[in-house]
């Protein structure tokens, strides 16, 4: 079995800051790519940014310049550095991670979720 744990999220004020943690644990032999996504009350699921193995990222335009995405391969934890919030940041925001687990099976997991308001 896989586990992630998300932590980080709260309330913060437009143009505060928080930082989002996504620990993997289980099963796991190596984690390719992790996942930021974020879901808005009514709105769909979105990509918010993804790091690969190597350490290259990529981010959804809204975000650019905002948010940075890292991770500690021997930890399996990736992080993202949230600065200069908006209201329209507001959303529960979801970690995914492909990864090689039993069996050489390569497969996705998500977590559980984190809840980010931003609002005065």
């Known amino acids: 079995q896989v586990q992630l744990v998300e932590s980080g999220g709260g309330l913060v004020q437009p143009g505060g800051s928080l930082r989002l943690s996504c620990a993997a644990s289980?099963?796991?032999?190596?984690?390719?790519?992790m996942y930021w996504y974020r879901q808005a009350p009514g709105k769909q699921r979105e990509l918010v940014a993804f790091i690969t193995s190597g350490g290259s990222t990529n981010y959804v335009d809204s975000v650019k310049g905002r948010f940075t995405i890292s991770r500690d391969n021997a930890k399996n934890t990736m992080y993202m550095q949230m600065n200069s919030l908006k209201p329209e940041d507001t959303a529960v925001y979801y970690c995914?991670?492909?990864?090689?687990?039993?069996?050489?099976?390569?497969?996705?997991?998500w977590g559980q979720g984190t809840q980010v308001t931003v609002s005065s």
């Open positions: 995914k991670v492909n990864y090689l687990g039993n069996y050489g099976v390569r497969r996705d997991y």
């Open positions: 289980g099963n796991i032999f190596t984690i390719y790519a």
